[in-house]
């Protein structure tokens, strides 16, 4: 019992055993830290100092421990803190060569000094860092200032349109401070802002910016590439005002003379169009788009069908845009547009040296560029036999081997196909494997002919006015009733496409705002001019024939209800026409009920 007392008497002791248990708790709680200290007692003897301190000091732990400090350390505050009992700070020290951040502070005991501690930690990295910072910020203010003086207007965006930088004048022009809007979703800041449509398109644009109370500035809206794929879109202003641009424009033609054509063609890359861009209201195009926005949703294999020109890489287009897959690539491959000996390596790529001709470095080919998007396989029905065994390798196995090459490369694609052609009959004449069909028909959309839905070609015929003035530099408004008259009655075997190039055509030639029947080729005007619109069958098997598109129309209607038996539904269904039209009409000529084709005969008889 009287040795346990001696020790509680020791450890209570204000002298020495506490300072020990003191200098053993560094050992063993700081002696490997990446932090210097140094610990003395009250005496100044070093009685710490660990491996760290060492190497900022120059010396070996070793040899310093239990010497006088005034010895061997003189360039820290440790001593002035355990003379004072004041803490020391220095923010910078320089030590042997190193910046160091240092701090010392007393150790007390019953309110007596016992030892001091010094802290030191190396600041060079980080000062050179802070340094460094300083610079740039120096250089991004100066860059930044010059940005302002020479651009009006200048700002950018990211591939969802979110705004990445914006020049302090556009910020202003807007009526927001640069940190307001910056990340924010560019459509919501200005509807009539075409950057987050670049963004989308990849299509550059020009045009002007208006702003309240300011002249208009002209600018240009391009994308930004990475690579082949469009990462966002800048807007900036070149001139001041559209004074000075035409100005410039002007004088720059004088002194280049004639214009000269661009040696290289504009790289265009992702998709031109969504669903809201396939134009029309009839029932069977709607029922198409609705069709195309649900699978959309999924990730099948589509196949697309239609007459030539009938628009089916727009719906492909508009089924990538509405697709999980929109952010990816979307590649297109017209399958009858490049030789067979080609389309192989078209399609899977060419490892270096495979045949002659082949490039050095090898290709990818355009399943590997369509890697997390889609690939559009246009005119699928003209592949040959081994073609379609390749294909479908590529559908079962998401694989595929480069030209001259044995390493497989395994590829996430979306496949749509198109075609003009009936791939059944094609597989029962043996002319198109029976396993790929299967595999390519999982969705069927079938895109209607133009014939089949003439309600559309009036709004078609709006939608392209203003796109071909621009590029006709023609002043076309509005089509002649005599024009709408023939083109309704006319066809278009050709479709949307052939009905498209018939009003270029037309609006190059015309004069005037209003197309007239002169401008039209002589196909169309053959169908208006050589019979009559519609030759209802009268009396007695009598051919009426009418002159007057009205009085026509008007027949037509009471002959299908005729035919019909006055079923309203079935009669619209017989004319190809929209049932909203066709109500519409019978408002138009006031016909309220069914027309009886035994009435007709029976009044015949009676004349």
Not at 485 to 506: F, H, M, Q, T
Not at 518 to 547: C, D, H, I, N, W
Request: glycine share 8%.
């Amino acid at each position: 019992m009287e040795s346990n007392r001696q020790d509680v008497t020791a450890l209570n002791h204000e002298t020495f055993v506490p300072e020990n248990l003191i200098f053993d708790s560094f050992w063993n709680a700081f002696g490997d830290l990446s932090i210097g200290i140094i610990v003395i007692d009250r005496n100044a003897t070093i009685r710490f100092f660990n491996s760290m301190a060492g190497y900022f000091m120059g010396i070996q732990p070793l040899l310093v421990l239990g010497k006088p400090f005034q010895e061997s350390l003189s360039e820290t505050k440790i001593l002035e803190t355990l003379s004072t009992g004041i803490p020391h700070y220095d923010k910078q020290r320089m030590i042997n060569g190193k910046q160091l951040k240092c701090s010392s502070i007393p150790i007390k005991i019953q309110g007596k000094i016992v030892s001091a501690v010094e802290f030191m930690l190396d600041n060079t990295e980080k000062t050179s860092i802070m340094k460094q910072l300083k610079d740039q910020r120096e250089k991004y203010d100066l860059l930044d200032g010059l940005i302002d003086a020479t651009f009006e207007e200048l700002g950018a965006v990211d591939k969802d349109g979110r705004l990445t930088y914006i020049s302090k004048k556009s910020a202003q022009n807007l009526g927001f401070s640069r940190h307001e809007i910056l990340g924010i979703d560019m459509s919501t800041i200005d509807k009539k802002c075409f950057l987050k449509k670049v963004a989308n398109t990849g299509v550059p644009y020009v045009g002007k910016i208006s702003r309240a109370h300011k002249k208009p500035i002209p600018v240009m809206v391009t994308p930004i590439l990475d690579e082949d794929k469009v990462s966002g879109a800048v807007c900036r202003s070149v001139f001041t005002d559209m004074a000075e641009a035409k100005e410039s424009i002007a004088r720059i033609q004088r002194l280049d003379g004639p214009r000269k054509a661009e040696g290289h063609p504009k790289r265009v890359s992702g998709c031109r169009f969504s669903i809201d861009d396939i134009i029309g209201k009839s029932k069977t195009l709607a029922y198409a788009k609705k069709k195309a926005l649900r699978v959309a949703e999924g990730d099948s294999t589509i196949l697309i069908t239609g007459e030539s020109g009938t628009g089916k890489e727009l719906f492909a287009q508009a089924i990538h845009m509405a697709s999980l897959r929109r952010k990816g690539p979307f590649v297109r491959v017209n399958c009858a547009g490049i030789p067979e000996s080609l389309l192989e390596s078209e399609l899977f790529g060419y490892e270096p040296g495979s045949f002659t001709g082949a490039g050095k470095e090898g290709k990818p080919g355009k399943f590997e560029l369509a890697h997390n998007g889609t690939i559009f396989l246009d005119e699928a029905g003209d592949m040959s036999m081994g073609m379609q065994a390749k294909v479908l390798r590529v559908i079962q196995e998401n694989e595929i081997e480069r030209v001259g090459g044995s390493s497989i490369y395994e590829v996430d694609v979306r496949i749509i196909c198109a075609t003009n052609k009936d791939l059944w009959d094609m597989v029962n004449k043996g002319q198109f494997r029976e396993d790929l069909y299967y595999r390519l028909d999982v969705v069927n959309i079938h895109v209607p002919p133009l014939r089949e839905r003439t309600g559309d070609i009036p709004f078609l015929i709006e939608h392209f006015i203003p796109i071909i003035n621009k590029r006709a530099n023609s002043s076309v408004r509005v089509v002649s009733q005599e024009v709408m008259d023939c083109i309704l009655s006319y066809d278009w075997p050709g479709n949307v496409r052939e009905l498209k190039n018939v009003l270029e055509g037309a609006m190059n030639l015309n004069i005037g705002e209003s197309i007239d029947m002169e401008a039209l080729p002589s196909r169309v005007r053959k169908k208006m001019t050589g019979q009559p619109l519609f030759k209802p069958v009268g009396s007695e098997g009598r051919v009426l024939e009418f002159k007057d598109r009205k009085a026509v129309e008007k027949a037509m209607i009471e002959q299908a209800l005729s035919l019909k038996n006055g079923n309203k539904r079935q009669a619209a269904i017989y004319l190809n026409m929209c049932r909203s039209t066709f109500y519409n009409k019978l408002k138009t000529y006031k016909i309220d009920g069914p027309i009886k084709i035994h009435q007709s005969r029976t009044a015949g008889r009676e004349g």
